[in-house]
């Protein structure tokens, strides 16, 4: 019998312990550590964990294998509080709280959206274009400040046109240190300076003093922005934007020399009546 190995790279603390193909996607049973201490959310009351597994499994999407969707299965653990008697989740490492998608999944998504919108990556991933938009509303809910110990030299900076025809522009920060695991960083609301600051400042003073380049269009408001907060850092420019404006430059070119007519729609003509 064939055998065929899978290699993932899976968060810290998560161990895959079952495989099943089912027609054209795969699921890979996973756990984790559970922690020796929980919180009650609804009286507070802290004690050593307490824990048990619903009759149940759950079952988020997570990156594709081999361009096939997969996804993660798991009995999912709960807390009982001896206090009151409430029943928690336990929440996964790998997952917020609410969504049926993982962490990493969220961050290929966003990825997706930079020269793109929800709509075309709703249809590239197999998604709503409503779990698109939760996607970017959750990430621009988070504010708190990137992890100081995450050493950072390279850093990539995007616009994100979230509908087409609609000026609705998010700013994404992206961590390019590891060109094979880029991450997300931050978003921002806007496509401005300022929206290219807030993301920037979610980095610590060290870390934006440790950047030696940042990848962006030729924004002039990203520019200042990176000009302001990155001082040790050179701008690369993608060569996706420098070919654009190549092109652009051409066409102008083009309509300028002698003989160049402009295309015109064909239109139905009139008809007239003799006199």
């Not at 029943?87 to 966003?110: G, M, N």
């Not at 409503?130 to 400040?145: K, M, R, S, Y």
């Not at 001082?231 to 020399?257: C, E």
Request: hydrophobic fraction near 35%; charged fraction near 30%.
């Amino acid at each position: 019998m064939a055998e065929v190995t899978i290699d993932l790279d899976t968060p810290e603390g998560v161990e895959i312990c079952g495989y099943v193909r089912h027609e054209e996607g795969h699921a890979f049973e996973v756990r984790w550590g559970w922690p020796e201490r929980c919180v009650c959310e609804q009286c507070g009351h802290e004690e050593a964990a307490r824990i048990a597994l619903k009759d149940t499994v759950y079952v988020v999407r997570d990156l594709e294998v081999w361009g096939q969707p997969s996804f993660w299965v798991y009995q999912p653990p709960f807390h009982h509080c001896s206090q009151c008697g409430r029943r928690q989740h336990v929440l996964p490492p790998f997952k917020r709280k609410d969504v049926s998608y993982t962490y990493r999944l969220e961050e290929a998504v966003l990825r997706s959206l930079i020269g793109s919108t929800e709509e075309d990556v709703s249809r590239r991933w197999g998604i709503s274009a409503e779990t698109v938009a939760l996607i970017v509303e959750n990430q621009l809910g988070e504010v708190g400040a990137v992890d100081p110990q995450r050493k950072i030299t390279d850093v990539g900076i995007d616009e994100i046109s979230l509908k087409k025809r609609h000026k609705q522009y998010v700013t994404i920060l992206t961590d390019l240190s590891d060109p094979k695991h880029p991450q997300v960083l931050a978003v921002a609301q806007g496509r401005d300076q300022a929206a290219a600051e807030t993301c920037l400042n979610r980095l610590s003073a060290e870390q934006r003093q440790g950047v030696r380049t940042h990848r962006s269009d030729m924004s002039l408001a990203y520019a200042a922005a990176c000009g302001n907060l990155l001082p040790q850092s050179q701008q690369v420019i993608d060569r996706f934007h420098v070919a654009r404006q190549l092109g652009h430059a051409a066409d102008q070119v083009r309509k300028k020399r002698p003989g160049h007519t402009r295309r015109r729609s064909p239109t139905k003509s009139k008809r007239t009546s003799r006199p």
